[in-house]
Every structure is written in structure tokens, then in C-alpha cells.
């Protein structure tokens, strides 16, 4: 049997880490079954759906490089993918099973549910949901009144019995209809489908095969089966992911940090490793790996390894993964993930300029300066500012080296100076040979020799790699940057 799989989000709020986690193992379980994966959007709660929801779910897994096989955009067998254009086959299904003795029409106004909510506080009963009133309504009564007054369906959840069924990670599920919220609508007044209805009818005309969620959907599941039940359709596999944990065992949210993928990607975040990382919430690969590529999670991901346990997500680990993968990342394709970031600073100029070629080589000839420890992509361009725009010189005091006087400091640059420009014209090992030499010669420390210097092109102590910057910044920009600091320090501080 052909495995089909989907993601069915509701475009009611940003992509989160936890919708990528259901989407990205739904991609995996189908990719690695050789099977289909289905985007289907669940767009039937009208009053809380956005169009710009659903732009961001485009653009999020157009940015993370992953694609179903059907859905909305792409089309497909069971098209349209997009349940608010499917209304007519979710009705149909309803009144099939009103006229089965499944479901009922119910003409409550929300007036008398409210009222039957407010009696039952004041007497302190343990009963919720609705008291079943219109349940035992005449069937052939109730189909006329439909005909001209607003109403509802409801599900007619079988009285004192239980529901069961297997779910693949945590097993046999139990559930007693009593503690189901008694009767359920399935079609709203406007004629909109409830979300049951709605997913089941889909994942059963769809092919759907295994459903994989979060187990914050683990509830609705008996309810569910029933529904499959009332309908006569074998219901899919269900397998309920735990959920995504912040560090303190509460569900992630805001107060852990980022939750949306945007936030992630606008705070320099790789979708690779975004994507690696994630694919390690509540799944374990091989002993002692963590980096895979897409295709290599693909060959590994075995459901029989997917953990009971929450997952917990650590921002620290995750940047841990953006660490690698800018480090391991080709300079090219850096660049462009990176540039952006640059622009947001202005790096080759005002307004988030767009690097003209010069600067565009520039930059990434200068991504091994920094990206062995960046940890997300807009540090590579605070760290690389020096080389696009002359820094400010700090006060006199940055440029000495420890237990060095002022006048020491001028010597030092001044020699500096003397070897610069040629430094700028070797390469890093040629140019290391260099300035060892010059250190003996000149008897001083060569850690002493280069500080002033690296203060002096860089506008602080600690730069990314001295040799690699000179060269760089070419033998002009470099001699004129240490001329400048020279005249700055050849005014001797004033001592009060
Ligand atoms: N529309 C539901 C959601 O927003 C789908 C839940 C399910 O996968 O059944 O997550």
C-alpha cells in the first residue's frame, strides 16, 4: 500500500517549530516510504484564518527547501487542496449522516446554550457541553424545521460505551464516551464544517494512510473514530508526536524566544541547520551523529526510533548547528544567505545598498576571515565592517600593548607602518614569515608588533585574522589607515 501522508496546517498564525516538526517528519515518513506527502490547508474557522497566514506558510517552506508532492499550489489527484473550496462535499457528508441516525440537526440558539452553561455553575454540576436537548428531537420534524430555521449538526456520540484504538507510539488508547465533549458540531450554521468533520472526510478522500501529529490533537482522536465509524470508513494510522518542550517543560512559546520559523531566519538562522535540528526532536539516528543532510535524514528516518518522550527544544544547540553548517557552507552560497544580513546594516552603503561586484567579491573572499565562529549569519557581517567602511579610531590607550608605554606603542606601529604594504602583497604564510623575522630584528614581542597595528586597520583588539585582513584591505587602504593612527598618536596625551 502506497504510503500518503499530509500536513494540514490552519493558517491561523505564524509557521512555528512545531508545525515544522509535524510537517518536516510527515515529509521524511513519506520520502523515506516512497510515498506521498500532501500539503492541505485548513481553512474553515473563517473568523480566524489570514491570507497572510498563508503567504508565510509559502514563503517558510520555500525558504527551508522541503515541498509536497500535492497540495494547493502544486495541484494534484484530490485538488482542491484548500478546504474552505470544498464546503459542498463536507455538507453532503453531514446530512448523509443525519439521514443515517449519526448526527442530528440541533436548532439551540447560542441564547439557551449559554443559559443551560449558566445553570449548571450555580449548581455546581460536573456536567459540560451541550445537554443533548435537540438529540431526541422527531427526526422527520427536525429534517422540515431545517429546511427554514438556522441550525447546526451534531455528532451523536454513543452513550456509556468506550472508544479504542492503537496508536503507533504510545499504543492501545481507551477512551469512555462520557468523557467526550458531548455531541460535537460537525457543520456550523454558516454551513462550515467543524475541523472533525472536515479532516476526516479529507484524510479519508485523500488516501491519507498514517496521520502524524502533535499530541495535543491526541484528544480529539476518539472522537475521530467515531466519526470514521459512523461513516463506515476504516480510519488511518494515527501516530501522536510529543509535543516540543521549552527547557523548563512548558509547551515553547515566547517566553522561551523565537517560536516562529520567521523569527529564526530573521535572527540568522540557515534553514539546513534549522531543518537538522529539528528533525532531532524526538527521533534518534545514529549514536553519536547530529549532522545530516535532507536526503541523509531521509535514508534514517524509522518511526520504530521515534522517542515517547517530549522533545525539549535548546536555542543554544540550535546554535550550535548554525556554528557548523556556516562553517562547512560553501563561501558562494553563504554570501547569499549572509548579504541580506549585510544590507540590514548597510554594509555597502546607505539605505541596504546592494553590493556592487567589487564588493560582492569582497565579501566573500573575506567569509573564511569569520565564519569558523559565527553563530548566525548577521555576525559575519558585523564582524567584516572594517574592511567595507574605515573604522573609528578608539583613544590611545586601545592600541598599547601590555606593559607598554605610549611611546613604545608609536615605535611599534611605526614599524608597523614600515612593513605593511608588503604584507598586503604576500600571502598569509609568506607574510607571517615576515613579520616573525622583523619581530627579532627589532627585539620585541610579536604579539607586542601587531597589536597597534591590528587597532589601527581594524578599530579593535580583537579582529578576525590579521594577515588575512591586510591583505584584503590591499596596501593603499591598509598604509593610509596606519598613517592616520600615527598622526593620532604623535599627539602626545595631555597629561593634567
Ligand atoms: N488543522 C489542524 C492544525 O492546525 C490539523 C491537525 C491534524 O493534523 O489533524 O494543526
Known amino acids: 500500500m502506497e504510503v500518503r501522508v499530509r500536513y494540514a496546517p490552519s493558517p491561523t498564525g505564524l509557521q512555528h517549530i512545531g508545525g515544522l516538526r509535524t ?19 485548513e481553512d474553515t474557522d473563517r473568523t480566524r484564518c489570514d491570507d497572510a497566514y498563508v503567504r ?5 517552506f520555500a525558504w527551508l527547501g522541503f515541498r509536497w508532492d500535492e497540495g494547493p499550489d502544486s495541484g494534484g489527484p484530490f485538488s482542491p487542496y484548500i478546504q474552505s473550496e470544498r464546503t459542498g462535499l463536507y455538507r453532503r457528508y453531514a446530512h448523509e ?28 454540576s460536573s456536567q459540560t457541553g451541550y445537554d443533548r436537548f435537540c438529540r431526541t428531537l422527531d427526526a422527520q420534524e427536525a429534517a422540515q424545521r431545517a429546511q427554514t430555521e438556522q441550525c447546526v449538526i451534531r455528532l451523536k456520540i454513543p452513550l456509556d460505551a468506550a472508544t479504542r484504538f492503537t496508536d503507533r507510539l504510545i499504543g492501545e488508547v481507551v477512551w469512555k464516551n462520557n468523557d467526550i465533549n458531548p455531541d460535537p458540531v460537525l457543520l456550523k450554521s454558516d454551513g462550515f464544517p467543524t475541523y472533525h468533520l472536515a479532516n476526516i472526510v479529507d484524510d479519508h478522500l485523500m488516501g491519507i494512510t498514517h496521520v502524524l501529529r502533535a499530541q495535543e490533537w491526541l484528544a480529539s482522536t476518539p472522537l475521530h473514530v467515531i466519526l470514521y465509524e459512523a461513516l463506515g470508513w476504516e480510519p488511518p494510522e494515527f501516530c501522536h508526536l510529543p509535543m516540543v518542550m521549552g527547557q523548563d ?27 537538522n ?10 549514536e553519536g551523529r547530529e549532522i545530516y543532510s535532507l536526503d541523509e535524514l531521509v535514508a534514517r528516518f524509522n518511526p520504530e526510533k521515534l522517542n515517547k518522550a517530549q522533545a525539549v527544544f535548546d536555542y543554544k544547540k540550535l546554535e550550535w548547528f548554525n556554528t557548523q553548517y556556516i562553517k562547512e557552507m560553501d563561501d558562494e552560497e553563504l554570501a547569499a544567505q549572509a548579504i541580506p544580513f ?32 559565527a553563530a548566525y549569519l548577521g555576525e559575519l557581517a558585523e564582524k567584516l565592517r572594517y574592511l567595507f567602511a574605515e573604522p573609528p579610531l578608539p583613544e590611545a590607550s586601545v592600541f598599547m600593548p601590555k606593559k607598554a608605554t605610549h611611546e613604545d606603542t608609536l615605535r611599534l606601529l611605526r614599524i608597523g607602518r614600515g612593513f605593511v604594504e608588503e604584507l598586503a602583497r604576500l600571502n598569509e604564510a609568506d ?23 591590528r587597532v589601527a586597520l581594524t578599530g579593535t583588539r580583537v579582529s578576525p ?19 592616520k593612527a600615527l598622526s593620532m598618536l604623535a599627539i602626545p596625551p595631555v597629561n593634567c
Not at 277 to 286: H, K, Q, R
Not at 435 to 452: H, S, T
Open 23 to 41: 510537517a518536516l517528519f510527515n515529509y521524511l515518513f513519506a520520502r523515506s516510504q516512497k510515498g506521498v506527502f500532501i500539503l492541505r490547508l
Open 56 to 60: 508565510n506558510l509559502y514563503d517558510t
Open 97 to 124: 449522516l443525519v439521514a443515517a441516525g449519526k448526527a442530528y440537526y440541533c436548532f439551540c440558539p447560542p441564547e439557551r446554550l449559554d443559559a443551560v452553561r449558566k445553570e449548571r455553575e450555580a449548581a455546581h
Open 249 to 275: 517543560g512548558k509547551k515553547l512559546s515566547k517566553r522561551h524566544g523565537a517560536t516562529s520559523v520567521d523569527e529564526f531566519r530573521k535572527n540568522g538562522v540557515l534553514p539546513h541547520a534549522l531543518l
Open 277 to 286: 535540528y529539528v528533525a532531532l526532536l524526538g527521533m534518534s539516528y545514529e
Open 342 to 373: 549585510a544590507r540590514e546594516i548597510n554594509l555597502f552603503g546607505p539605505n541596504g545598498a546592494v553590493p556592487c561586484e567589487n564588493d560582492r567579491t569582497l565579501f566573500i573572499k573575506a567569509l573564511p576571515l569569520v565564519k569558523e565562529r
Open 431 to 453: 607574510g607571517e614569515a615576515l613579520v616573525k623575522r622583523i619581530a627579532e630584528d627589532e627585539d620585541v614581542k610579536l604579539g607586542d608588533l601587531l597589536m597597534p597595528l
Open 465 to 483: 585574522p590579521l594577515f588575512g585582513s591586510v591583505i584584503l584591505l590591499g596596501a593603499r587602504r591598509a598604509a593610509q589607515r596606519v598613517d
